[in-house]
């Protein structure tokens, strides 16, 4: 399988050269259709490779040395089960988000700031999950944050986004320092940065605990786990609709990716409390995820917040592996960590669906904001059958591959009996309404977003003027509801096709699923539970399509006419319609006013004031006033103090010298 891992180099070389030669383009009219399809071949390419080596549930890894990186160790590159997983993933999604793409560019204002950077974010991407050591790993995410960085930035002249780009950049240089302490622990004094040495390496307790910590902030950060997902609801958002689909569907993942490949595969056997750290975490983000996006009426952030809530799911999964490892249960292991997987590759198709949608909306309106939209269903129907399908998926409503994934969660989470430890007995229950919670706010979320974007009447002109989009962004639509409904009903490929990385990376897999009749899959055991998804499609179609035929045949011919009523007006008009605000208001004045502090002031004039009444709604982000905020406010003290010392006389430089030198012989004298 050597010369797979050589193909793969050449793909993202290739992918690097693309970006060079829209560079070369720079304005040219064929600089779109070039860069966008050049990249598409080679992403399929990398799938194709990436799906064939893990089909074929390899033994061993194949592995390959360049000469660069640090001159003592070179570069390592490794392909394995895990690492063809996420390649699949990557390279799916870097594909749709080409076809994509290649309509959606005609359409960007300044399509010389995003050609560039696309295939390189891509190729980023890819060299991180092929990286078999600390250097060469890290270079490659740092890569990758600075190429993202720069798509964030293509719309640079807009203040907000600007705002977004340097947030972003903070963050992900924080990550990366964490996750370059985390590698310099796990490398000990040897300094033996390969991943090969550090597998076979022994990490007392302090060294797993310090590591599990550095790694939640480095990954963590760059999933947008909670509390450190501030800059993902702003960056997201600011990038193009193409580029959002990516960040959010896709190097989401990376870091999911990074995590795993250290916690489950470089670490060692885990401890089970490490499992209650991350449980804990994942299940506030959560929560406060979906919170987030039931009140939002920006539609790509929205659709941010939203991916923080399955990055949230996912961990959680994550989390249950640990907690089943770390007490020798291999096969509920093996389901968790299944279940995780399965949801990270749903995920991906689902939200790149949406984010997609959420670009045809605004390259058709030229809005986002939900409370100027409405309507859309009967101007644009084939986005509108694509977003419905998205909403569907991502709320986990049988038979599409959402429920799924999330089934086998629940299923792994059913065995907390199991385990010995009572602090693990309380905590997976509470986990699982949690998550239980969460999927009911999922399903609200996306009513709310679907119905008051797609359904009713136009709230302005933007959205009654709007037309379908062009043909190549509906066929990236479409391909991704096929994989939607195609992962729904035949979720047994998946888990057979996720076993090697199960198998890999805990010795254990779940059973096979191919064998079992009518698609069914079976976690455990027969005799305790078991999903058919083809079965719920087909009584789903079979008792729709019954209930039209009763309805018709049995219904009277006669034409009925009446007038609606209308409240006592002649008309109506989009303002008697539900409006985002309005949908959430319950919701909000339940959990709002606790996680958001979100207060209502109502403005009526008094009788014969001709004033219209006003509902003002203000809500405060409580992670950025108690968390961020305080830290900028010190950084920025300190800098203003510092400053001063630029501003010093000669002398009083050669005095702070002599002063440092002096202070630091006495720490040198006082340590020896």
Not at 52 to 57: A, I, P, Q, V
Not at 253 to 260: E, L, N, P
Not at 261 to 280: A, C, H, K, Q, T
Not at 550 to 561: D, E, G, T, Y
Request: hydrophobic residues 55%.
């Amino acid at each position: 399988m050597a010369p797979t891992v050589a193909i793969l180099c050449w793909c993202i070389a290739a992918l690097l050269g693309t970006a060079t030669l829209a560079v070369a383009a720079n304005r040219s009219r064929a600089a779109t259709p070039l860069i966008y399809g050049a990249t598409l071949a080679v992403c399929v390419t990398a799938f194709l490779l990436a799906l064939r080596y893990l089909l074929s549930e390899p033994v061993a890894a194949a592995v390959l040395t360049l000469p660069l990186g640090l001159p003592w160790i070179g570069a390592h590159l490794r392909l394995d089960a895990l690492a063809a997983f996420f390649l699949i993933i990557v390279n799916l999604g870097s594909a749709m988000a080409s076809i994509y793409g290649l309509g959606y560019g005609r359409h960007e204002k300044t399509p010389h700031r995003v050609l560039p950077f696309f295939p390189a974010f891509i190729a980023g991407m890819n060299l991180v999950v092929l990286a078999d050591d600390a250097f060469t790993f890290l270079l490659s995410w740092e890569f990758m944050s600075i190429t993202s960085w720069a798509l964030v930035m293509a719309h640079h002249r807009d203040e907000g986004n600007r705002r977004a780009g340097y947030i972003y950049l903070v963050m992900a240089s924080f990550g990366t320092l964490a996750l370059l302490l985390a590698f310099g622990l796990l490398a000990g004094q040897s300094g033996n940065y390969e991943f090969s040495m550090i597998r076979t390496a022994h990490h007392t307790p302090l060294i797993v605990g310090l590591v599990l910590v550095l790694l939640l902030l480095g990954a963590g950060s760059k999933a947008g786990l909670v509390p450190l997902h501030v800059w993902l609801p702003l960056a997201h958002p600011a990038a193009p609709s193409h580029v959002s689909a990516l960040m959010s569907g896709v190097m989401t993942k990376v870091a999911v990716y990074g995590f795993i490949r250290v916690v489950f595969d470089l670490l060692g056997e885990p401890m089970w409390w490490s499992s209650i750290v991350v449980l804990v975490l994942a299940g506030g983000t959560m929560v406060l995820g979906i919170l987030s996006a039931l009140f939002e009426t920006d539609l790509k952030r929205l659709l941010a917040y939203s991916t923080i809530e399955n990055i949230g799911i996912i961990f959680v999964s994550l989390g249950l592996a640990l907690a089943f490892q770390a007490d020798g249960m291999g096969w509920a292991a093996a389901l968790a960590l299944t279940a995780a997987l399965f949801h990270a590759l749903n995920h991906s198709i689902f939200k790149s669906l949406l984010f997609f949608g959420a670009g045809a909306v605004l390259t058709a309106t030229g809005e986002r904001d939900l409370d100027k939209l409405g309507g859309l269903i009967h101007r644009m129907p084939v986005t509108s059958f694509a977003f419905l399908v998205g909403c569907v998926a991502i709320s986990a409503l049988p038979p599409l591959n959402g429920f799924a994934s999330e089934w086998l969660i629940f299923q792994a989470i059913l065995q907390s009996p199991v385990v010995p430890q009572w602090g693990l007995k309380i905590m997976l229950p509470a986990v699982g309404g949690l998550l239980a919670f969460s999927a009911a706010l999922v399903a609200a979320c996306f009513v709310r977003a679907f119905g008051t974007a797609f359904l009713g009447r136009p709230r302005t002109p933007a959205a009654e003027r709007a037309r379908e989009v062009d043909r190549y962004s509906l066929a990236a639509m479409l391909g991704l509801v096929a994989l939607c409904v195609l992962t729904g009903i035949l979720p047994g490929l998946v888990i057979d096709g996720v076993s090697p990385v199960t198998q890999a990376l805990l010795g254990a897999r779940m059973p096979a699923q191919t064998g079992i009749p009518w698609f069914s899959i079976v976690p455990i055991a027969q005799g305790r539970s078991s999903y058919n998804g083809l079965l719920v499609l087909l009584f789903i179609a079979s008792s729709a399509s019954l209930a039209a035929f009763v309805i018709h045949r049995l219904a009277s011919r006669a034409v009925r006419r009446g007038l609606p009523w209308g409240c006592g007006l002649p008309g109506l008009t989009s303002a008697m319609q539900y409006t985002p605000g309005s949908f959430a208001q319950p919701l909000r004045r339940v959990f709002g006013t606790v996680t958001f502090r979100a207060r209502e002031r109502v403005e009526m004039p008094r009788p014969g004031d001709m004033r219209p009444a006003r509902l003002t709604v203000e809500m405060r982000d409580l992670i950025w006033d108690g968390l961020y905020a305080p830290i900028v406010a010190i950084i920025g003290f300190a800098a203003d103090h510092l400053n001063r010392l630029q501003f010093l006389t000669i002398r009083r430089y050669l005095s702070l010298v002599f002063l440092s030198l002096v202070t630091l012989l006495l720490v040198l004298t006082l340590w020896s």
